[in-house]
């Protein structure tokens, strides 16, 4: 009787939520490159490529022939790709700040139950992996609503 106790489990606020959640964004966004380098400096190699592409692209624009307006298509996109990753990587930093912790969690109480159930679904997130391209969309859509939830932290 007195073994069979459960061990409760541990209450996650908002603030360790959000964490895991940009964690594992940033984490998905870096996956191929060598574990060899450390977290920060892969982030960091990840958005010199798509600085890289974007120039590469953007030299390559014309709207006078098929070729340069897909250039065109694929600046905006990896633009798009690049800007996204900075405002993640930028979060993340200041979650990284313990001393934040209590601050961040009072202004993320609003968007408590939003930022609840994108948890939910990256926790549970083996259940999107089956295929790359479905894979791909949920991190997505993952990276989408987290932006928006955490959009007011400016």
Same mark, same amino acid.
């Given at each position: 009787m007195f073994g069979l106790f459960k061990e409760s489990e541990k209450d996650i606020d908002t603030y360790e939520q959000t964490s895991t959640i $940009? @964690?594992?964004?940033?984490?998905y %966004?870096? =996956?191929d490159l060598p574990l060899r380098y450390e977290f920060w400096y892969r982030v960091a190699i990840r958005q010199e490529e798509y600085r890289s592409? +974007?120039?590469e692209h953007r030299a390559n624009i014309s709207m006078h022939t098929a070729v340069g307006r897909f250039h065109k &298509?694929? *600046?905006e !996109?990896?633009?798009q790709k690049c800007a996204k990753l900075? =405002? $993640? !990587?930028? &979060? *993340?930093?200041v979650f990284c700040i313990e001393e934040e912790r209590q601050a961040l969690n009072h202004r993320l109480h /609003? @968007?408590?139950?939003?930022? !609840? %159930?994108?948890y939910r679904h990256v926790h549970n997130k083996e259940l999107y992996t089956y295929n790359d391209s479905v894979q +791909? +969309? /949920?991190? %997505? !859509? &993952?990276s989408e609503d987290i932006l928006k939830a955490i959009a007011h932290l400016d």
């Open positions: $940009l @964690h594992s964004l940033l984490t %966004e870096i =996956r592409l +974007q120039a &298509v694929q *600046y !996109a990896t633009k900075e =405002r $993640l !990587a930028d &979060v *993340y930093k /609003f @968007h408590k139950e939003t930022i !609840a %159930e994108i +791909q +969309q /949920f991190w %997505e !859509a &993952v």
